[in-house]
């Protein structure tokens, strides 16, 4: 689960969450974060991450929204998913733009290297950081006005669905064809009634599809921070 493989080597594929609802949740968070008028940057991976490209493309195409008229991405960085590199990054874009209003993190590296780099920078409350994250890693920046959102799948959810696929599959019970049906036996953040079906990719691919991602802000981040 989590990256997908060939489709050959595969019996099935459980995404987390689609791009499509990544990318437009991204820019959606910001757009609330920042009254949806100033300056952006994304601070992403690689350029060669897929998941994070598609991410990076569906920000874009949500971006097309006339709601966002008055956003403008200035930049888009990478910092090869290493801490201080991508700290770097984060500080060569409060100085190049100086009028920056806000850094999308497209990765759980990305957004506490901006957050801590706002935060550094004496500029909490000025700049906005959204993004992906792991809930004990964010905790600070959240709790401090360094990040008012962020995002990840359920990662308890993504497992079992995963374990019962693998299970299902070795018992003879699943093949993952498109429309296929699994029952998980208990509910999840993306499907209450705990059934998931076997969708088709645009590029013709069988996969089990987890749901929207899972947000987080001042209201839930003690919670979930003791625990992922």
Not at 56 to 85: I, Q
Not at 121 to 141: A, D, N, Q, R
Request: charged letters at 25%; one cysteine or more; a negative charge.
């Amino acid at each position: 689960w989590d990256a997908e493989v060939a489709a050959d080597a595969r019996v099935s594929f459980v995404n987390q969450a689609s791009f499509e609802g990544i990318g437009r949740t991204l820019v959606k968070n910001m757009g609330e974060a920042i009254d949806y008028e100033g300056q952006i940057a994304m601070l992403s991976a690689t350029p060669q991450a897929p998941n994070q490209r598609q991410w990076v493309d569906w920000a874009y195409e949500e971006l097309k929204d006339p709601k966002y008229e008055n956003m403008e991405v200035v930049d888009v960085v990478f910092g090869d998913d290493l801490p201080e590199k991508s700290y770097e990054k984060a500080l060569g874009l409060l100085k190049a733009y100086p009028d920056l209003k806000g850094i999308i993190g497209v990765s759980a590296v990305a957004t506490p290297a901006a957050a801590s780099a706002v935060m550094d920078e004496g500029l909490t409350g000025e700049v906005k950081v959204v993004g992906f994250g792991i809930p004990s890693t964010m905790e600070e920046y959240v709790l401090s006005g360094n990040c008012t959102k962020f995002v990840l799948w359920n990662t308890f959810d993504l497992g079992y669905v995963a374990a019962t696929i693998m299970h299902k599959t070795c018992a003879g019970e699943f093949t993952g064809e498109p429309g296929e049906t699994i029952e998980l036996g208990r509910p999840t953040m993306g499907e209450p009634d705990g059934v998931y079906e076997v969708i088709v990719s645009v590029d013709g691919e069988p996969f089990v599809l987890l749901g929207l991602p899972m947000e987080f802000d001042e209201s839930n981040i003690e919670e979930w921070a003791d625990i992922l």
